[in-house]
Nanobody, 127 residues
Framework: QVQLVESGGGLVQAGGSLRLSCAAS????????MGWFRQAPGKEREFVAA????????SYADSVKSRFTISRVNAKNTVYLQMNSLKPEDTAVYYC????????????????????WGQGTQVTVSS
């Protein structure tokens, strides 16, 4: 069982930066792939970024590529999402998720491939 708690959201002006953190409980955190998803008002939840269990492979949605960076520190049971050059369209609730086959070299892009979810943290980017 893995429990996830996101933090680091807030209000920022366009062009600014935020770093989201996702702290996990449970001894198996380091064996799972992790992902970040977001849901804007009136829209479906969408994929943002993913990382495999070791941190050696990552993937990003086209809309955030070159602006966001996902990373993890397994010794701290934490995954991060560094968000730079933020735009108003990045405004959403951001969720972290854990799942996939343990110790798989893969990352995962689909919501249904994740087993554990956090409660989300609000990110608001003003123009």
């Amino acid at each position: 069982q893995v429990q996830l708690v996101e933090s680091g959201g807030g209000l920022v002006q366009a062009g600014g930066s935020l770093r989201l953190s996702c702290a996990a409980s449970g001894r198996t955190f380091g064996s799972y792939a992790m992902g970040w998803f977001r849901q804007a008002p009136g829209k479906e939840r969408e994929f943002v970024a993913a990382i495999n269990w070791s941190g050696g492979s990552t993937s990003y949605a086209d809309s955030v590529k070159s602006r966001f960076t996902i990373s993890r520190v397994n010794a701290k049971n934490t995954v991060y999402l560094q968000m730079n050059s933020l735009k108003p369209e990045d405004t959403a609730v951001y969720y972290c998720a854990a799942g996939g086959t343990r110790y798989s070299g893969r990352y995962y892009l689909l919501e249904g491939e994740y087993d554990y979810w956090g409660q989300g943290t609000q990110v608001t980017v003003s123009s």
